[in-house]
């Protein structure tokens, strides 16, 4: 290849050099560094809050890491080399059941491990060349910062946002810890993969349901600005439906049970009852005789996924309970029954079964020989012959006064009958829980609440606060379920902040999504005193620009932190809305088409990468592969073509910054001026919409470019050549940091190219030369339009129809035909001429 050839060929590109050189210069110029941590003035356009999900310490960085972070890592550069000031901020998610784990398996204290793995990942990070701003440096096990998860706790329990009740809980056997729902994947622990169980236990939680409806109103703030597929989980997750609640009376009962039916158009069609049999409402209804039957039922219920108990094609089980509900409005008695397709914690935990129009009561209807009414004329075929449910609109019938309504006006008309009889009203249900809170580990917050045999629970007064971790958590085995922190007597006993008998703490720890949910605020002043975050560090660079992460934190994380946000603004203490104004999610980095794992043995390390091709060569080869949020399969990259492309660039630099200057070779200039100056433009397009693989790929056509402007003509030392390797060693910088100042100093320029700004466009190098395009109505020319030479003919004839002498001459009639020759003639063919 000519370009081994140059004076300079025998100097070969080192991907290891100059780390510590560069490493050291940008501590000490501190060029990371926002130039105040904690503004006093609001947040404006030149700000930029850069973040990218913070990691939790298991071991050294792993490829994912990698990925995230030179995602966000060249985010926050490109916005820096822009003029901007950013903060690209870091800390650690450092509680959690891995820590736990590993503690005991190694009897340390999970402290011990915990911390060596912040620090071996803190120098990764500085070797990989992220641009972190270590002043914001903090970690969630910091009882600095827990301090204020029980602050928070107590703020959200104060409005009754935080509540204890007894609940069927997920449970882990293998991790002995409840599980929240978005932990449980198909039934089985996302971590350890053990089926799940339930078990009833007494449990913290947040009330995130009060604001299910806010939650999803409030996305209109995130349209196109968070990938469509998330918004559309979240919105799954919420599941809203619109119904109504009706109140059935149970005869020999006193109270009336209320169900929750998105149909309330079909309560003539209702012919049985069902509740829930893992409820308590089931225990209560159940009547003597059939308790046993009853009994015998719910002790065989295995623990299904919430999916499976829904799913319609499996065979309906359940018991009659030998008691009656009275439909509100007909009369009608209706058999209770218990079966586990209702879900107890889903609307109000009871049904009244329509089986001729929901397919899960038919086929319950079927095996309990139970009747089928058609009360909904759909013209289908009726579902007592077929077995399969009519859903669909049409004409009401054996419904009394509904009889010929359609379905939507029959629903309202039912709702407005239920209300003026007062039996029920219209309603609104989500499919969203309650945060559940509680976990029973050790390796977490402390819950802040003292439990007194005469006060009840009494939370731990906030100058008291951090209820601080016994330390001695490795010796801690729970048996049998209990929490670790059980165990830890003396730390238990405290006296009640309310009566000063003894009393005792909860032993349970948070949710450690609680930490995650809100430490983005604490960035701007991590060692703030008087509260969980400074607020005028808060207004000054909160919300987050720029967030990074995985998309399996859709319904988990990302709803924690919009929720928490919507709480912490209605106490005022912010002033938005929204934690993150724009997502980036990135894809996976996988081997041979699969995950990376252990068992597979395709697992690809980080640090031999590193220690092979060099840091920029892996950055560079994780934006290079595709857009952000597709995955990377390594076995089809090529980090050794990545370091050839550096060491490309590494010698054009060389050779230009070798060369003397030469007088300006004015022709040849113009041309290759105007190459630069697309390709600069293209890449700064391709940057803004983080299209990073285009940026590169961009980057590298003008390697090409400039290398045969140096190896043919004008030659190394003009004037055009000068510029245009100036402007792509300063682009450079963004991906390949560490080959940039290399270059940068190779070009004769003083360190750091970091301060040298991205390079400016010179619009009047863009202009394209113009053809004059005709444009006839019935074949006479009515106007001439300027248009480039390459467009499209959709885009001509769009163009060519705005004229105003067309439309004139058109004179409101339709196009009946258009003939479009790109660039040069339209020709419109009027509908009625
Ligand atoms: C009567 C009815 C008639 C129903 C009909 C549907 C069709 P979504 O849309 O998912 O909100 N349901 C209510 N609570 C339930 C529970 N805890 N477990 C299982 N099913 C439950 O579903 C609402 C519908 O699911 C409700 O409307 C109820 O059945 C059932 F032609 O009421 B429907
Ligand atoms: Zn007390």
Same mark, same amino acid.
């Given at each position: 290849?000519?370009?081994?050839?140059?004076?300079?060929?025998?100097?070969?590109?080192?991907?290891?050099?100059?780390?510590?050189?560069?490493?050291?210069?940008?501590?000490?110029?501190?060029?990371?560094?926002?130039?105040?941590? /904690?503004?006093?003035?609001?947040?404006?356009? &030149?700000?930029?809050?850069?973040?990218?999900?913070?990691?939790?310490?298991?071991?050294?960085?792993?490829?994912?890491?990698a990925?995230?972070y030179?995602?966000?890592?060249?985010?926050?550069?490109?916005?820096?080399?822009?003029?901007?000031?950013?903060?690209?901020?870091?800390? $650690?998610?450092?509680?959690?059941? #891995? *820590?736990?784990?590993? %503690?005991?398996?190694?009897?340390? !204290?999970?402290?011990?491990?915990? +911390?060596?793995n912040?620090?071996? &990942?803190?120098?990764?990070?500085?070797r990989?060349?992220?641009?972190?701003?270590?002043?914001?440096?903090?970690?969630?096990?910091?009882?600095e910062?827990?301090?204020?998860?029980?602050?928070?706790?107590?703020?959200?329990f104060?409005?009754?946002?935080?509540?204890?009740?007894?609940?069927?809980?997920?449970?882990?056997?293998?991790?002995?810890?409840?599980?929240a729902?978005?932990?449980?994947?198909?039934?089985?622990?996302?971590?350890?993969?053990?089926?799940?169980?339930?078990?009833?236990? /007494?449990?913290? @939680?947040f009330?995130?349901?009060?604001?299910?409806?806010?939650?999803?109103?409030?996305?209109?703030?995130?349209?196109?600005?968070? #990938?469509?597929?998330?918004?559309?989980?979240?919105?799954? $997750?919420?599941?809203?439906?619109?119904?109504?609640?009706? !109140?059935?009376?149970?005869?020999?009962?006193?109270?009336?049970?209320?169900?929750?039916?998105?149909?309330p158009?079909?309560?003539?069609? *209702?012919?049985?009852?069902?509740v829930?049999?893992?409820?308590?409402?089931?225990?209560?209804?159940?009547?003597?005789?059939?308790?046993a039957?009853?009994?015998?039922?719910r002790?065989?219920?295995?623990?299904?996924?919430?999916?499976?108990?829904? *799913?319609?094609?499996?065979?309906?089980?359940?018991?009659?309970?030998?008691?009656?509900?009275?439909?509100?409005?007909?009369?009608?008695?209706?058999?209770?029954?218990?079966?586990?397709?209702?879900l107890?914690?889903?609307?109000?935990? %009871?049904?009244?079964?329509v089986?001729?129009h929901?397919?899960?009561?038919?086929?319950?209807?079927?095996?309990?020989?139970?009747?089928?009414?058609?009360?909904?004329?759909?013209?289908?075929?009726?579902?007592?012959?077929?077995?399969?449910?009519?859903?669909? !609109?049409g004409?009401?019938?054996?419904?009394?006064?509904?009889?010929?309504?359609?379905?939507?006006? %029959?629903?309202?008309?039912?709702?407005?009958?239920?209300?003026?009889?007062?039996?029920?009203?219209?309603?609104?249900? +989500?499919?969203?829980?309650?945060?559940?809170?509680?976990?029973?580990?050790?390796?977490?917050?402390?819950?802040?609440?003292?439990?007194?045999?005469?006060?009840?629970?009494?939370?731990?007064?906030e100058? &008291?606060?951090?209820?601080?971790?016994?330390?001695?958590? +490795?010796?801690?085995?729970?048996?049998?379920?209990?929490?670790?922190?059980?165990?830890?007597?003396?730390?238990?006993?405290?006296?009640?902040?309310?009566?000063?008998?003894?009393?005792?703490?909860?032993?349970?720890?948070?949710?450690?999504?609680?930490?995650?949910s $809100? +430490?983005?605020?604490r960035?701007?002043?991590?060692?703030?005193?008087?509260?969980?975050?400074?607020?005028?560090?808060?207004?000054?660079?909160?919300?987050?620009?720029?967030?990074?992460?995985?998309?399996?934190?859709?319904?988990?994380h990302?709803?924690?932190?919009?929720?928490?946000?919507?709480?912490?603004?209605?106490?005022?203490?912010?002033?938005?809305?929204e934690?993150?104004?724009?997502l980036?999610?990135?894809?996976?980095?996988?081997?041979?088409?699969?995950?990376?794992?252990?068992?597979?043995?395709?697992?690809?390390?980080?640090?031999?990468?590193?220690?092979?091709?060099?840091?920029d060569?892996?950055?560079?080869?994780?934006? @290079?592969?595709?857009p952000?949020?597709?995955?990377?399969? $390594?076995? !089809?990259?090529?980090?050794?073509?990545?370091v050839?492309?550096l060491?490309?660039?590494?010698?054009?630099?060389?050779?230009?910054?070798?060369?003397? #200057?030469?007088?300006?070779?004015? *022709?040849?200039?113009?041309?290759?001026?105007?190459?630069?100056?697309?390709?600069?433009?293209?890449?700064?397009?391709?940057?803004?919409?983080?299209?990073?693989?285009?940026?590169?790929?961009?980057?590298?056509?003008?390697?090409n470019?400039?290398?045969l402007a140096?190896?043919?003509?004008?030659g190394?030392?003009?004037?055009?050549v000068?510029?245009?390797?100036?402007?792509?060693?300063?682009?450079?910088?963004?991906?390949? #940091?560490?080959?940039?100042?290399?270059?940068?100093?190779?070009?004769g320029?003083?360190?750091?190219?970091?301060k040298?700004?991205?390079?400016?466009?010179?619009?009047?190098?863009?202009?394209?030369?113009?053809?004059?395009?005709?444009?006839?109505?019935?074949?006479k020319?009515?106007?001439?339009?300027?248009?480039?030479?390459?467009?499209?003919?959709?885009?001509? &004839?769009?163009?060519?129809?705005q004229?105003?002498?067309?439309?004139?001459?058109?004179?409101?009639?339709?196009?009946?035909?258009?003939?479009?020759?790109?660039?040069?003639?339209?020709?419109?063919?009027p509908?009625?001429?």
């Amino acid at each position: 290849m000519a370009d081994e050839q140059g004076p300079t060929a025998r100097e070969t590109y080192d991907p290891h050099a100059g780390i510590d050189k560069w490493l050291r210069l940008w501590r000490e110029e501190r060029l990371f560094e926002a130039e105040e941590l /904690t503004p006093t003035s609001p947040k404006d356009e &030149q700000r930029t809050l850069v973040v990218s999900m913070f990691p939790y310490p298991s071991g050294d960085l792993h490829m994912g890491h990698a990925e995230v972070y030179s995602i966000s890592d060249t985010m926050a550069r490109f916005a820096r080399m822009r003029g901007h000031k950013v903060l690209n901020p870091i800390a $650690w998610d450092s509680f959690g059941l #891995p *820590a736990e784990n590993a %503690a005991r398996k190694r009897n340390l !204290d999970p402290r011990d491990w915990t +911390y060596t793995n912040i620090d071996i &990942q803190a120098e990764s990070f500085e070797r990989l060349g992220i641009s972190f701003d270590w002043r914001t440096r903090f970690h969630t096990s910091d009882p600095e910062y827990y301090r204020w998860n029980q602050w928070l706790f107590l703020k959200l329990f104060e409005r009754g946002l935080a509540y204890r009740k007894e609940a069927p809980v997920n449970w882990c056997p293998n991790d002995e810890t409840v599980l929240a729902n978005e932990q449980v994947i198909q039934g089985k622990c996302e971590r350890c993969g053990t089926d799940v169980v339930k078990r009833n236990l /007494t449990q913290w @939680f947040f009330r995130t349901t009060a604001y299910a409806q806010r939650l999803l109103d409030d996305m209109e703030q995130l349209h196109g600005r968070w #990938p469509d597929e998330i918004l559309s989980m979240q919105r799954n $997750w919420i599941g809203r439906s619109a119904g109504a609640h009706i !109140d059935f009376q149970i005869e020999g009962r006193h109270e009336r049970v209320r169900v929750f039916s998105t149909r309330p158009d079909t309560l003539y069609g *209702a012919t049985f009852f069902v509740v829930a049999a893992d409820s308590t409402l089931a225990d209560e209804l159940c009547d003597a005789e059939h308790r046993a039957a009853f009994d015998e039922y719910r002790a065989g219920l295995t623990s299904k996924a919430e999916m499976e108990r829904l *799913a319609i094609d499996r065979p309906m089980t359940g018991v009659f309970l030998g008691r009656y509900a009275v439909n509100p409005i007909s009369g009608e008695k209706l058999p209770v029954y218990a079966s586990d397709y209702v879900l107890a914690d889903y609307g109000t935990g %009871a049904v009244m079964a329509v089986p001729a129009h929901d397919q899960r009561d038919l086929n319950f209807a079927r095996a309990y020989d139970l009747p089928v009414r058609t009360v909904v004329d759909t013209g289908g075929p009726d579902p007592a012959d077929t077995g399969i449910a009519t859903v669909g !609109d049409g004409v009401l019938m054996n419904s009394g006064p509904l009889n010929g309504l359609r379905k939507e006006e %029959a629903i309202a008309a039912a709702i407005v009958e239920l209300e003026q009889r007062n039996v029920g009203q219209g309603a609104v249900t +989500y499919r969203l829980r309650d945060w559940l809170l509680s976990r029973q580990r050790y390796w977490g917050t402390p819950i802040p609440i003292v439990y007194c045999d005469s006060c009840g629970a009494v939370p731990v007064p906030e100058d &008291q606060l951090p209820v601080k971790l016994p330390e001695i958590g +490795y010796t801690l085995r729970p048996e049998g379920g209990k929490s670790p922190l059980q165990t830890a007597t003396e730390w238990v006993k405290v006296d009640c902040p309310s009566c000063g008998r003894q009393a005792r703490r909860d032993t349970d720890t948070m949710d450690t999504f609680v930490d995650s949910s $809100w +430490y983005f605020l604490r960035y701007p002043n991590p060692n703030y005193e008087e509260g969980p975050f400074d607020p005028a560090g808060v207004a000054a660079w909160l919300p987050v620009d720029e967030y990074v992460g995985g998309k399996e934190h859709a319904t988990g994380h990302l709803m924690y932190a919009r929720f928490l946000t919507k709480v912490l603004h209605d106490i005022g203490l912010i002033s938005f809305t929204e934690p993150f104004t724009r997502l980036t999610n990135q894809g996976q980095v996988i081997m041979n088409g699969k995950a990376m794992s252990k068992s597979l043995g395709n697992l690809v390390n980080l640090q031999e990468q590193i220690a092979q091709h060099g840091p920029d060569a892996v950055r560079v080869t994780m934006l @290079f592969a595709s857009p952000p949020e597709d995955d990377i399969d $390594w076995a !089809d990259v090529s980090p050794a073509g990545s370091v050839k492309w550096l060491a490309r660039v590494w010698r054009l630099a060389g050779d230009v910054g070798n060369a003397s #200057p030469v007088p300006a070779d004015v *022709a040849t200039d113009v041309e290759l001026r105007k190459v630069v100056h697309r390709l600069i433009d293209e890449t700064t397009q391709a940057m803004e919409t983080k299209r990073f693989n285009v940026g590169i790929a961009r980057l590298m056509q003008l390697t090409n470019t400039l290398r045969l402007a140096v190896d043919r003509r004008p030659g190394p030392g003009d004037a055009a050549v000068q510029e245009g390797t100036v402007a792509l060693i300063r682009m450079l910088s963004c991906v390949a #940091p560490f080959t940039a100042e290399e270059c940068w100093v190779r070009l004769g320029q003083a360190p750091s190219v970091l301060k040298a700004g991205w390079p400016h466009v010179d619009p009047a190098l863009l202009v394209e030369e113009q053809v004059t395009c005709v444009v006839q109505v019935a074949g006479k020319v009515r106007d001439r339009i300027e248009v480039s030479p390459d467009i499209s003919e959709d885009e001509l &004839q769009r163009l060519a129809l705005q004229s105003e002498r067309v439309q004139a001459a058109l004179g409101g009639a339709g196009v009946a035909k258009v003939v479009v020759r790109a660039p040069k003639l339209v020709n419109f063919v009027p509908a009625r001429s």
